[in-house]
């Protein structure tokens, strides 16, 4: 056999890698980030109450997870007050994307989203055979009306918008959002990415509507409640779309730490208050460290600031290397004109202190 | 709308789960079971070290894992005595058998497996489109000569086989095994699920060969490491092939916890040994119980006993009812004539007595 017979849907397809991992650059620069600011991840941690719950379940890991997650989709529903049926849990927003491209996408199927937006999701589209079509963010912002025109051209049948934004932390009020949902074309259906929900203002995100099948809502525990290492996300959704998911999906692969560390965290609502505020005041600090370097930063309804560093990619792509130099993990949007700022994660007080310290330094680096 | 577009692919699966968790059941009973000697799982569980490796990283899951696995990776490869290019580690051997079937599988592509053998596997390869063919278990065996015949009559691109076997714990000579890999029809590919080595004979497993590209070698850490909760498996096959894996795989599918438990557990091989002594002791108590109820059980390379309840399907299906509403958890194969046995799983010295006082009665309810 000369090669390997692999499918036509994955023989031609690159073997890329959405995300390089912090590990990885530590690895190729031979030291570990001083700050490790770069992938919004939340710093201040899950609470302790959460990280007791996971120790007291470490001797039980011999023991399968529960494939229906059956305890963490109940306290779920619970939480957002709708039916277990409407919720599908999977490893991560990311694993729900890879389930949600094979569920919807053939061959040449068309998939709207904007240019710059969320790398992962396409990635989990092509690899169903699906083709990405874009259209460009409308300052800072992805923009609804661009992604309803653009998907009705294009006979889309999946449209994505992240609500707040990554990777610029830009928002739309929940009524916008509405507009938009009322507004889809016959035969699509919006994946609204709300993993950065609880940081932002209120009103951001529209109610839940279950009985709408032309709309996912995607959630996650990697952000606001800590546990982006555990890999849970889940979608809401209409209760025949959400039975779909069990046709495909990896049903043992949410693993039982990760449920039983989601439950801790969802029922610790004082630490989610305790992270939200903090996030804000690490974005404050962010912005006051962007200006007293004479750069602007984007508003932000998210746990990281976009910093415009003022000139082209080139330029943020030479400051984020100094920065990544100087052991300050951060990362940047990849398309323009997103490309001329750099991202930085809410961080503690000595995560910020050494990004403070480095910034001057990257400036020069980047001008020099 | 009035139903959702489906891709064409999964508009006609069923939202089928391949297991039910026993999770399931004791919600259904309303009660814990007494004894979990169902599912093939360590009841010996992670070592104390191992347990600690996780208390201790447990502050640490707000970071994302490392998308390459790179550390468990490498520490496997030195196992082996491979390049860590021959690795994919993923979400146990399920989610590699979902990865592997989308990277191999075509609609309509033939699947060789035997009947009775492991529905999730089938399950995977029906999600990516394929067809499973089949042939008879010979002897309670999955047989080799069988398989390669059916591969050939209808052109499997895939072939799997179990060895050990589960559901029936029997197995093949390495000297077999190579012997059909020597002899596989070319643009075939033998998924070989070693699942259970660790628990075989020496000489059950063949030797390593990285450069044939159509051999998959799939192992876990959920049998003999005991961490079947936290999905770790990983398949070992030629680079290139291997590589592949990286155009569809969720990359940060095996979480943080999952990686660290890993690795700390394969670098305690004096668990590996006494876990595996335990089994063997546990197998022998099986096999005492069943003759002492006048049953035949059948030799076993794995962590759980078939027995033979010496008459039909139904009659075996009666037993295992009675010992479920007694609260011992077994599990029972799926397709005559493998359905005349029940499965049961080594177990520490409680859970085997608690199976002994269940088993006369059950026998007797199947009687009756």
Same mark, same amino acid.
């Given at each position: ?108 199927? !068309?998939?709207? /989203?904007?240019?710059? +937006? @969320? ?5 989990? %589209?092509?690899?169903?055979? =699906? &083709? ?84 996912? !809502?995607?959630? /996650?525990?990697?952000? +606001? @409640? ?5 890999? %849970?996300?889940?979608?809401? =959704? &209409? ?130």
């Amino acid at each position: 056999m000369l090669r390997p017979p692999l499918s036509v849907l994955t023989a031609d397809l690159p073997s890329t890698v959405p995300f390089v991992g912090p590990e990885a650059q530590e690895r190729a620069r031979g030291a570990a980030f001083k700050a490790r600011i770069g992938a919004n991840e939340s710093v201040f941690g899950p609470s302790d109450g959460v990280i007791a719950a996971m120790q007291a379940a470490a001797p039980d890991m011999w023991k399968y997870c529960d494939p229906e997650n059956h305890d963490l989709k109940q306290a779920l529903a619970a939480w957002h007050g709708i039916s277990p049926d409407n919720i599908c849990i999977g490893e991560g927003i990311d694993g729900l994307f890879g389930t949600t491209a094979r569920l919807f996408v053939d061959p040449g199927t !068309r998939v709207a /989203t904007s240019a710059g +937006a @969320y790398p992962t999701f396409n990635f989990q %589209v092509a690899g169903a055979g =699906g &083709e990405i079509v874009t259209c460009p963010y409308v300052d800072d912002r992805e923009d609804p009306a661009s992604l309803l025109a653009l998907a009705r051209r294009e006979g889309a049948r999946l449209i994505y918008l992240a609500n707040p934004d990554n990777p610029m932390g830009t928002w739309w009020r929940a009524g916008e959002i509405q507009a938009m949902i009322d507004d889809l074309p016959e035969g699509a259906v919006l994946c609204l990415d709300e993993a950065y929900g609880e940081f932002a203002p209120a009103g951001t995100m529209p109610d839940l509507d279950v009985h709408n099948p032309q709309v996912l !809502r995607f959630r /996650t525990f990697s952000k +606001a @409640y800590g546990l982006a290492g555990l890999r %849970v996300g889940y979608v809401i =959704g &209409e209760a025949q779309v959400i039975k779909a998911y069990d046709k495909i999906r990896n049903h043992f692969g949410v693993n039982r730490m990760a449920q039983v560390a989601a439950e801790a965290a969802l029922a610790d609502e004082d630490w989610l208050d305790t992270v939200v505020v903090r996030v804000h005041a690490a974005r404050s600090e962010i912005v006051r460290i962007a200006h007293e370097n004479g750069l602007e930063a984007l508003p932000s309804a998210t746990n990281f600031v976009a910093i415009d560093c003022g000139h082209d990619g080139p330029f943020a792509k030479a400051l984020l290397d100094s920065l990544i130099q100087q052991g300050v993990f951060v990362r940047m949007p990849g398309v323009a004109p997103l490309n001329r700022c750099i991202r930085v994660s809410a961080g503690r007080e000595d995560d910020l202190d050494i990004f403070e310290q480095a910034l001057p330094k990257a400036l020069a680096a980047a001008h020099g």
